[in-house]
Nanobody, 128 residues
Framework: QVQLVESGGGLVQAGGSLRLSCAAS????????MGWFRQAPGKEREFVVS????????FYADSVKGQFTISRDNAQNTLYLQMNSLKPEDTAVYYC?????????????????????WGQGTQVTVSS
């Protein structure tokens, strides 16, 4: 079991930045891929970015490439999402997730069904 707790969401003006955190506990994360997803009002949850904890290799959705950066802190067992140049369309609940289904594969997971553990989400609102 992996427990995930997100924090860092809030209200920010367009063009601003936020850094989300996801504190993980329960298992060694070297055995997991981690990801960030988001769900805007009235829309399905969508993939944002994933990272293989053991190697740091990343995979970004095209919509956030160059704008968001995922990182991890091994000592703190914490995943981060740095979000810059935020736009109103980035408004959503942001979730972190952990999974092992792809950990032995070359590809990184980018679907909800690829992950087994989820945090409760943190709200990000970008005002225009």
């Amino acid at each position: 079991q992996v427990q995930l707790v997100e924090s860092g969401g809030g209200l920010v003006q367009a063009g601003g930045s936020l850094r989300l955190s996801c504190a993980a506990s329960g298992r060694t994360l070297n055995l997991y891929d981690m990801g960030w997803f988001r769900q805007a009002p009235g829309k399905e949850r969508e993939f944002v970015v994933s990272i293989r904890w053991s190697t740091g290799r990343t995979f970004y959705a095209d919509s956030v490439k160059g704008q968001f950066t995922i990182s991890r802190d091994n000592a703190q067992n914490t995943l981060y999402l740095q979000m810059n140049s935020l736009k109103p369309e980035d408004t959503a609940v942001y979730y972190c997730a952990a999974g092992q289904r792809y950990v032995l594969r070359q590809l990184l997971p980018d679907k909800e069904s690829d992950y087994d553990y989820w945090g409760q989400g943190t709200q990000v609102t970008v005002s225009s």
